[in-house]
């Protein structure tokens, strides 16, 4: 052996060595490791008491400001159990993932991104003493999910069985849409809404089948979500392949095409020769539809920072005389004052729901627009706004102008030929708004034109959430683009092109063929 | 030989626009694939078409191999099949671009803002005026009390500010989603707080997004103007916690001796 492959040899017996000693060290995500509470301690009094609280009591300086409100450790009850059933506590593995990847929908982030996997584990270790529960408790075996049932029409249709069997929609809704039926409240006695099983990226501890199982079988502690897990079916309590088919069932539930995606900012406005005549009008379903976050109205006073509905999705369709607008949103209860059922859930007083449209007046050509807030000074905007109203007086239409917050004033709605129509059912409310494209009014109402980019905001009330005025949710600035009737020439102008090319060629080759001939 | 290597720089150039760019963005900002709208990348293939003929054509030699091929396609009668094989693959082509342009598309228009733009000299809140040039955090001082001073800030930020800001300070809290044109700022960037100094954040807190210049889309941004809703006293705790939290330095004004 010469010298050069002893060395080789060495510096390979060393790198072996070296990786295997770095691979020991690390503890792999799967398996818990001891955690240091004191660095917990430091890394929780740095980064998560503003929420939690400085000994863990869910009483930090934003803890009244957020939904849902974050978790009291002093309790040592977690939300979102991976434990087997019978097992009075969460694993480690379930605290680790959820520090690490955080709750969608929540203002928990996830910390994997700022955390190294020990200071998690410290972090897992610290929350431990926070409470008593966890003394001389091992760490629990997981659920088991071996019995898994693949997915197929069959299951579903189980499913759909067994979700009604265990009444799952009094909470959920009979399309999961959330539209509960029950006030519902956490232990803590903190107002809690059923998760609208269609939009499963707001689900807290993932959406997998595997996830709802889990969350079936081992209910939500700590909220009214119960376990359906028994040793024994009997009232209330499904069966294990039932919760399997339950689980599949719920997947099947999932409506992506109207989650907010990124980049799309404009309501695509789609013409039509007669506009529909209501907001049930099946003509809506040929036209595209866009998801916009809605968040709470945190920028004036009176701000707001606990909202119920997340999302809408709009729709536009015009001819010649007319635009008009179709809201659709999911909303956990139809709320119009006077009515026995949404007072029955409501929580605070109960306010009439609404949504709202704003345009800016000019329609800009440069970058200059109205504030996104209801304009300013110079800049007008126009509203469009629908409410509930109440049992008494039904539900009303009005337009409005603003030039700032304080700057509002009525419009004429007749004039402009602003008329609604809406409906609730099983959680979506639908609104159709019409109006004329152009109207008298030039100075306070915008003029509608195809083709082009009209600054478009909308804003939602949520009355069984009691909110009212400021109170409300919203979007800022996205874009409103009435595409002018195509037509033909999309067929005709690459055609016409296509033929020019075949025939400019041919006859190119034709004359150098006879040139060189 | 010329003819390909004129074709393949021209594809690459796309390749780089449509893959390319987005591929840097996304390792830039993860999560995110951000694509060059169609309108630019109308442009930007426009210049490399033409930048191409022009570099592959620029001498006789040059100019002789690209056409010549070409000519010799279309013009030798024992290579009819080659010649109808390109006449429709090149009106194909044409046709196409004809429809990308005139199809129904509904891309957002560009709207370009400053992200720091120059801050005024002076600027008026709680009633008084503030020279920004001169301006300093007056808690910087306060060594005794920094640690409860920037406590305090925390709390006005998990108050006013994490919403859009976030829990990690990097501008993504859970309502960032609704407030996202333009995005929150994210403090541990270092082209944030870490090159600005404490007067020009004191000026973009207290007057918020309607404070901006126009460069910076005043109408846009929904930065509350905080000064309606905090006390000047609470704004330079919140300043004090930014830095101290993020580990950041803010930027300071030389001083001339003398």
Not at chain 1, 13 to 42: F, H, I
Not at chain 1, 504 to 516: S, T
Not at chain 2, 142 to 148: L, R, V
Not at chain 2, 194 to 208: C, K, N, P, Y
Request: contains cysteine; aromatic residues 10%.
């Amino acid at each position: 052996m010469t010298t050069a492959q002893a060395t080789k040899r060495t510096m390979g017996a060393a790198l072996l060595l070296a990786v295997s000693l770095a691979l020991a060290l690390v503890p792999t995500a799967a398996e818990a490791a001891p955690g240091d509470t004191a660095n917990g301690k430091v890394l929780y009094e740095k980064k998560c008491w503003w929420c939690h609280g400085k000994t863990g009591e869910a009483d930090g300086p934003a803890a009244n400001f957020v939904i849902p409100p974050p978790r009291d450790f002093s309790l040592g009850v977690y939300k979102y159990k991976g434990s087997e059933p019978k097992a009075e506590v969460v694993r480690d593995e379930d605290l680790f993932r959820m520090i690490s990847d955080g709750m969608p929908g929540t203002s928990m982030p996830a910390w994997k991104s700022v955390l190294s996997d020990k200071d998690r584990w410290d972090l897992v270790a610290y929350i431990k003493t926070l409470t008593d529960m966890f003394e001389g408790t091992p760490n629990p075996a997981p659920i088991d999910l071996s019995g898994k049932i693949a997915s197929s029409e069959e299951s579903i249709s189980l499913g759909a069985k067994a979700y009604e069997a265990a009444k799952c929609f009094e909470c959920h809704g009979v399309r999961g849409k959330g539209d509960t039926i029950k006030k519902l409240k956490e232990d803590s006695g903190k107002r809690v809404w059923p998760r609208n099983l269609t939009k499963q990226w707001t689900f807290r501890a993932g959406s997998t089948v595997e996830d709802i199982y889990t969350r079936v079988t081992n209910g939500i502690p700590n909220t009214p979500m119960p376990s359906f897990y028994s040793e024994k079916t009997g009232e209330g309590k499904l069966s294990t392949e039932d919760r399997w088919h339950v689980a599949n069932y719920i997947k099947s539930l999932e409506e992506t095409q109207k989650a907010p995606k990124d980049g799309e900012t404009v309501v695509k406005g789609m013409y039509v020769a007669e506009l529909p005549k209501s907001e049930k009008d099946e003509i809506w379903n040929e036209a595209t539809g866009v998801a916009f976050n809605l968040v709470p109205q945190i920028i004036a006073k009176e701000r707001f920072f606990i909202p119920a509905n997340d999302l809408i999705y709009v729709k536009a369709m015009f001819n010649e005389k007319e635009v008009a607008f179709l809201l659709e949103w999911d909303d956990r209860s139809k709320s119009v004052p006077g009515d026995p059922v949404a007072e029955g859930i409501a929580w605070d007083t109960l306010t009439p729901d609404g949504v709202a449209v704003q345009t800016s007046v000019v329609i800009p050509t440069a970058g200059e627009k109205p504030y996104f807030g209801h304009g300013d000074a110079s800049h007008t905007v126009s509203m469009l706004y629908w409410t509930a109203g109440s049992v008494e007086t039904g539900p009303k239409e009005m337009i409005m102008s603003a030039n700032g917050i304080a700057a509002r004033e009525p419009g004429d709605a007749k004039a402009a030929g602003f008329t609604t129509s809406a409906s609730y059912e099983m959680g979506t409310w639908k609104v159709m708004m019409k109006r004329s494209l152009a109207t008298a009014n030039k100075e306070k109402e915008t003029q509608f034109e195809a083709g082009r980019y009209i600054p478009i905001a909308f804003a939602n009330w949520d009355g069984s959430n009691g909110e009212s005025g400021s109170k409300h949710t919203m979007t800022t600035w996205v874009w409103l683009l009435l595409k002018p009737d195509t037509g033909s020439e999309v067929v005709v102008i690459p055609g016409v092109i296509l033929i020019l090319l075949v025939g400019g060629q041919l006859a190119m080759a034709a004359l150098l063929r006879k040139k060189k001939s | 030989m010329k003819l390909q290597k004129m074709l393949l720089t021209i594809a690459v150039g796309y390749l780089i626009l449509k893959f390319g760019v987005p591929l840097v963005g996304s390792w830039l900002h993860p999560g995110a694939w951000p694509v060059i709208p169609t309108s630019v990348m109308k442009m930007y293939m426009t210049f490399v078409i033409v930048g191409s003929v022009l570099v592959y054509t620029f001498d006789e030699e040059g100019y002789r191999q690209i056409v010549g091929p070409i000519l010799d396609l279309y013009g030798d009668p024992g290579k009819v099949k080659y010649c109808y094989a390109a006449t429709l693959a090149v009106a194909l082509l044409g046709a196409w671009v004809a429809y990308e342009y005139v199809k129904p598309t509904f891309d957002a228009p560009v709207e370009l803002r400053s992200v720091h733009p120059a801050p005024p000299s002076s600027v008026k809140m709680w009633g008084k005026s503030y020279n920004l040039a001169t301006l300093e955090n007056p808690l910087r001082a306060d060594k005794e009390n920094f640690a409860k001073n920037s406590e305090e800030g925390g709390v006005v930020y998990y108050q006013n500010c994490f919403y859009c800001h976030g829990d990690l300070m990097d501008g993504k809290g859970h309502f960032a989603t609704g407030f996202n044109n333009p995005l929150p700022a994210n403090f541990v960037d270092v082209g944030t707080i870490a090159q600005l100094t404490e007067s020009f954040v004191f000026w973009r807190i207290g007057s918020g997004g309607p404070g901006l210049p126009g460069e910076g889309a005043p109408w846009l941004s929904p930065m509350p103007i905080w000064h309606t809703l905090l006390s000047e006293d609470e704004v330079w705790k919140v300043i004090l916690f930014l830095y101290d939290y993020t580990g950041h330095s803010p930027r300071v004004t030389e001083k001339h001796e003398g």
